[in-house]
């Protein structure tokens, strides 16, 4: 008869718990204005443009690129 290995693989044991998260802060990025902003942005162009519809896209970037240079 053939005798069975004894020795056992050693196991690694499993984690006890996932490590603590420190309570990080999410870091704002100042260089795009938020979408709110953006949006109260492009409706003030598109009153001043008569209101008139079609050009909601070129009203929407105008309104970002002002407001990334900091001007109204």
């Given at each position: 008869m053939a005798r069975q290995?004894?020795?056992k693989t050693p196991q690694t044991p499993a984690p006890k718990s996932t490590p603590e998260r420190t309570q990080e802060k999410p870091i704002a990025n100042t260089?795009?204005?938020a979408?709110?902003?953006v949006a109260r942005r492009?409706?003030?162009i598109y009153?001043?443009?008569g209101g008139t519809h079609g050009s909601s896209?070129?009203?929407w970037f105008?309104?970002?690129r002002e407001l990334k240079l900091g001007r109204q």
């Open positions: 290995n004894s020795q260089s795009a204005p979408n709110e902003q492009a409706f003030e009153q001043a443009r896209e070129q009203d105008q309104a970002e």
